[in-house]
């Protein structure tokens, strides 16, 4: 129950990210693609709105990933990030709130990643101290249960 609880505290704080950043920065799907990947997380944690993301820079992108010991394919978006960032016709004024927004709403998914983790890492654990748990598990469908999530149909973010 209370990885339910974690998870639905999860979706409901990217529902407002996606809507903090269609205010501030509409082009930002295009640019980032995944909105709640460690990629763009830790990118939208340092600068959240256009002007800062296109004041960082594409080395300065790179360099927060780097911090984050992030690695991967992402790197090469460095470049496309910034340059929709330039190019972003999203609300310029009023945009000290919805910095802090966005920042604070990126701090809350990673810091939720970090205990669902924890938390599906020991149900885990305690359901293999169960016997014979490994033919039931073992049996298509019924196996550890593989979260994720996608768009519905409304475009917010639901667990599948």
């Not at 609880?5 to 930002?28: A, G, M, S, V, W």
């Not at 990933?65 to 960032?85: C, F, M, N, P, T």
Request: with cysteine; glycine share 10%; proline share 2%.
């Amino acid at each position: 129950m209370f990885r339910d609880q974690l998870t639905e505290d999860r979706i409901r704080n990217i529902n407002r990210l996606h809507r903090e950043l269609k205010i501030y920065f509409p082009e930002y799907m295009d640019a980032f693609g995944k909105i709640d990947g460690a990629f763009t997380l830790e990118v939208l944690k340092v600068s959240a709105i256009p002007s800062d993301i296109a004041a960082l820079g594409e080395e300065g992108i790179k360099n927060i990933w780097h911090d984050a010991k992030l690695r991967g394919r992402g790197y090469i978006r460095a470049g496309e990030i910034v340059s929709y960032a330039k190019k972003s016709v999203g609300l310029k004024d009023g945009t000290d709130a919805g910095r802090e927004a966005v920042k604070w709403y990126a701090e809350q998914i990673l810091k939720l990643n970090e205990q669902l983790a924890v938390i599906e890492s020991a149900l885990h654990k305690k359901c293999r101290e169960i016997p014979y748990t490994e033919n039931i598990l073992a049996i298509n469908g019924v196996g550890e249960k593989k979260t994720g999530w996608n768009t519905g149909r409304n475009g917010r973010y639901q667990q599948v």
